[in-house]
């Protein structure tokens, strides 16, 4: 079992942001998540090559990855909102149908003159 074990040094130079940062990081992390340093940079160093390697075959792939995050931003925020305004809008229908359901059409009433009504004074004489 232990051949399939490999061991090596890792040093962090403090005086530089990228260690002293990746350093911190190592030091602040949750050990309940994280068992070991050997297991968050075994994770950190398969995600990091991941990228790198997808970013070369496809340089474009994080600007999609940022647009698709932003798309479904914007999907989850309508949905909310629709969510909200739906019932509202949904039950202002149901009472205009119910009230053209029940309304009782006008009694028919003899033609008149639609100018009847018109006060024609305005135009002058």
């Known amino acids: 079992m232990t051949d ?7 040093r962090f130079n403090l005086d530089k942001e990228i260690p002293a940062q990746a350093w911190q990081y190592l030091q602040t992390m949750d050990r309940q ?15 990091y090559f991941d990228r790198y ?19 479904q931003q914007i999907v989850s925020a ?29 009694a028919e009433s003899p033609v008149t003159d639609p100018d009847a009504d018109v006060d024609w004074d305005f135009l002058g004489e």
Request: overall charge negative.
């Open 4 to 10: 399939r074990i490999r061991s090596t040094n890792v």
């Open 33 to 47: 998540e994280f068992k070991s340093y050997s297991q968050v940079i075994a994770a950190a160093l398969v995600d």
């Open 53 to 71: 390697y997808k970013s070369r075959e496809d340089p474009y792939m994080e600007t999609r990855e940022q647009e698709e995050q932003f798309v």
């Open 78 to 106: 309508v949905e909310k909102s629709m969510e909200k305004a739906l019932p509202v809008f949904l039950a202002g229908c149901m009472a205009g149908l119910s009230k053209s359901d029940v309304a009782v059409p006008p």
